[in-house]
């Protein structure tokens, strides 16, 4: 008898029942898409933060204490620790390998230095090398081929003309390639395509620029060249003073800020097992042996900060969302109680009582969270994909674990948004309603 | 003037005769008023707050010397900092001039940089400071440490420190270790006055650094103003910065933009749908006056006018509410409450009562029904 009055109720008035259930699916359909925005937010907007470069800086343990200004560093070559580059590959064998997205080594170098032909204006003689990585390939363990380099690391940097070969195997031979900073280069005039002498103690090597290059810092008065061209020139082969790693990282929080080596085996576990930057740098550290892994603080907290921000006003427009779906929902359940006073009136008068027709109209409306829930999650997926297509050019990833949720959330959403038109039913006096005031 | 009066006495009782009805059609409005005006000024006001969240990162604009070369003292005079508090807007959040030399300490070298504490620590606020900051740019007699420095000279907060600078030398006191992971841990860190006093080069300085707030527009703007003021100066945005600020706020922006469209069309047709509604009860009424003669566009102007003093009602309340919401909100995300905008006040009217108005439109199917058919109750 309840289910046939439920389902007779569905039969004779579709429309008025198709508007509620549409009303539903609009209001949850927009939660699932602006949810699942924000359950993925943090993810893209992370990427979007390496633009900001490298948040990792590796350099050895034993080093002296570095003598720089303005990224210039005044300590002869013969002074600090060095750190082979050879075994670099292995950062893509650690548990969080997927989460580091590139790494460059750097190896400074003092050199003298003239462009062929020509003799330099006084003062410019005298400049830094960096050898670097752009675009090299690390062979790893598993077999596979990582190719890395500042161009991962240092994003902003811009090339007029080309970046030199990265992957030339001997930096001795007359094709080697450089490229110059900008500031460098237009106060000493050089051009794509001059070949460079540079000398450093007593060993001299010849490059070719390629290209001019402008990174808004203190390579802008440099040449940088190959890492292996600089560790030759440097009598340091295949080693590097500095490294730069790009990691994907999860912002700090409490958690994350406490001592690792204070803490229970259970929560050292959660620790390691969550991309935050001491857990990587940990891991990095006991794979690269005789380092030092400085987190660079500027980027990590910032980001942290930002993320914080950014997440939190997405979820405050789900919030919104949410109640604007409940809005909805509020709105039309009252007009149906209203609308069915004649209805309900003759329920009661034929003996239902108040917690009877409640049910009913319960039932009803939860039936109606179901259709309007799933459809809207339906349409949610949607506009959740052209959401994020719109915005990070990616579709964030589709979350079955929402469906649920978003059920559960317009089943609620009803039985609050009927209570208040539901009280009313209790006091609808079936006399006068069927008397028709 | 007797039909006027008349049109104003059936409003009057329009709106006092049903009032649970009307109050149910005003809280959707009010409500949703107030989601909107909410939403439109967290989003107004997001961006501005965003990029003074981005001046945690630090400077953003340097001013040097001519191309200038990191390792040449080229300085410039000192009166740079007067010219450049000259120009100084709300918008720049820090500018500290910097003087580096190479100092010695018990024999060990070590970058001495010379600069002003107090505007240091409001430009990088994300240091981490074992002990404390050396609160004024006149403090003669402490110094700050960078970590890896403290930890190669065995220094700590408090301890006393000597650096020698050529045949010159300062005594003073460590007040804080500096955790930054960037250069400054390696560094010693004074106030400007005993740098040019070690390295022999009074009111000189190497560059200065300036942390300013705004979009990547205003920041070239002003960056192009202060070149202006600082003539042979090289005024250099940190690319870095400023172009990972720029892609990051151009996707926060258009994520923000379109959640809230989305959000504000779906309060906008829930609006209507209980707007509609009620009109929709309205038809009785609508039959009774055009049996009695009254023409339909005066009927029509009449729930029309009703709709349109309903929107004005909720607009305004669903404004005053959202006000409250968004400080509420503003607290929460920023930390600070949001300034309000004028702007968004006669927005969410017109959107309110734009969208009362849209749920009275079905009234005007009436025009074609017969009053004696409402009348008969069907």
């Not at chain 1, 462009?115 to 006084?122: K, N």
Request: net charge neutral.
């Amino acid at each position: 008898m309840f289910f046939r009055i439920v389902s007779d109720s569905f039969g004779r008035k579709p429309r008025r029942k198709l508007l509620t259930a549409a009303a539903l699916a609009l209001g949850i359909g927009v939660t699932t898409a602006t949810l699942s925005v924000a359950l993925d937010v943090g993810d893209r907007l992370e990427r979007e933060f390496r633009a900001l470069g490298a948040n990792l800086l590796v350099t050895p343990q034993a080093d002296t204490l570095p003598l720089e200004i303005g990224g210039v560093d005044y300590r002869p070559v013969s002074e600090g620790a060095y750190l082979p580059a050879a075994d670099l590959g292995k950062l893509r064998t650690i548990f969080w390998r997927n989460n580091i997205t590139g790494f460059a080594p750097f190896l400074d170098v003092p050199v003298a230095w003239s462009i062929s032909g020509r003799t330099l204006p006084e003062g410019l003689a005298n400049a830094t090398l960096v050898g670097t990585w752009y675009r090299h390939d690390v062979p790893v363990s598993d077999g596979t081929i990582f190719t890395t380099g500042v161009s991962v690391t240092n994003p902003w940097w811009r090339v007029q003309g080309r970046w030199f070969a990265d992957n030339t195997p001997s930096a001795s031979n007359a094709a080697a390639e450089c490229v110059v900073g900008s500031s460098l280069a237009q106060r000493a005039s050089v051009n794509a395509g001059d070949v460079l002498a540079v000398k450093s103690g007593d060993r001299t090597q010849t490059c070719t620029v390629t290209g001019i290059v402008s990174t808004g810092s203190r390579e802008d008065d440099s040449i940088l060249a190959p890492l292996e061209f600089a560790g030759t020139l440097a009598g340091q082969p295949g080693r590097y003073r500095t490294m730069l790693v790009s990691a994907l990282t999860k912002p700090e929080d409490d958690f994350s800020r406490r001592d690792p080596a204070k803490m229970t085996p259970d929560e050292y576990d959660r620790w390691f097992c969550t991309p935050y930057i001491s857990s990587i740098s940990q891991e990095l550290r006991e794979i690269l042996p005789g380092t030092e892994i400085h987190a660079i603080r500027q980027v990590a907290e910032g980001e942290g900060r930002l993320l914080g921000r950014v997440s939190a006003l997405m979820w405050l427009v789900t919030f919104a969302a949410l109640l604007a779906a409940g809005l909805a929902v509020a709105a039309t359940s009252a007009t149906t109680v209203l609308e069915r006073r004649a209805e309900i009136g003759l329920m009661k008068a034929i003996g239902a009582g108040n917690r009877m027709v409640g049910a009913l109209f319960l039932t009803e409306q939860l039936l109606l969270a179901f259709i309007g829930g799933a459809s809207g999650y339906a349409l949610g997926v949607v506009l959740a994909r052209v959401l994020g297509q719109q915005v990070f050019g990616i579709a964030p990833t589709s979350r079955l674990i929402l469906f649920p949720i978003v059920l559960a959330l317009a089943g609620v959403v009803v039985f609050l948004g009927s209570f208040v038109p539901l009280r009313s039913v209790a006091r609808v006096e079936p006399a006068a309603t069927l008397h028709g005031e | 003037m007797a039909p006027r009066s008349m049109f104003w006495r059936i409003l009057r009782q329009l709106l006092s005769a049903s009032r649970g009805r009307l109050s149910v059609a005003l809280l959707a409005l009010v409500s949703g008023a107030a989601v909107c005006s909410a939403l439109l000024g967290l989003y107004l006001d997001a961006e501005s707050k965003l990029t003074r969240e981005f001046r945690t990162l630090g400077a953003n604009l340097v001013v040097s010397p001519p191309s200038g070369h990191g390792s040449e003292p080229a300085l410039a005079d000192a009166g740079v900092m007067g010219r450049i508090e000259a120009q100084r807007t709300p918008n720049v959040i820090a500018a500290a001039p910097y003087l580096y030399l190479v100092g010695e300490t018990s024999g060990q070298p070590v970058i001495v940089a010379g600069t002003w504490l107090d505007e240091v620590a409001r430009m990088d606020s994300w240091w981490k400071v074992d002990g404390r900051w050396v609160p004024s740019r006149d403090d003669r007699s402490e110094c700050m440490v960078g970590r890896v420095a403290a930890r190669e000279l065995g220094l700590a907060a408090g301890s006393p420190l000597d650096l020698r600078s050529g045949d010159r030398s300062v005594s003073l006191v460590v007040a804080g270790i500096v955790n930054s992971g960037g250069s400054e841990d390696n560094q010693v860190l004074l106030n400007l006055p005993v740098a040019q006093e070690l390295a022999n080069l009074p009111g000189r300085i190497g560059v200065v650094e300036l942390s300013v707030a705004g979009s990547p527009a205003q920041l070239n703007d002003y960056a192009n103003r202060l070149a202006a003021a600082l003539p042979g100066l090289e005024v250099r945005p940190v690319r870095q910065l400023t172009e990972a600020e720029g892609s990051i706020l151009g996707r926060i922006r258009g994520l923000l933009f379109w959640t809230v469209l989305l959000i504000l069309v779906l309060t906008g047709l829930c609006v209507l749908a209980s707007m509609a509604a009620l009109a929709m009860e309205r038809r009785r009424d609508v039959g009774l006056m055009k049996a009695i003669g009254g023409p339909m566009s005066r009927v029509l102007r009449l729930f029309m006018a009703e709709a349109g003093a309903l929107g004005l009602a909720g607009g305004l309340i669903g404004y005053i509410v959202g006000l409250g919401l968004a400080e509420w909100a503003g607290e929460r995300v920023f930390g600070m409450a949001v300034t309000p905008r004028w702007e968004v006040l006669p927005l969410t009217i017109a959107l309110s009562i734009g969208v009362a108005l849209a749920g009275a439109l079905p009234l005007r199917l009436l025009s074609q029904i017969r009053p004696a058919e409402i009348l008969r109750g069907e």
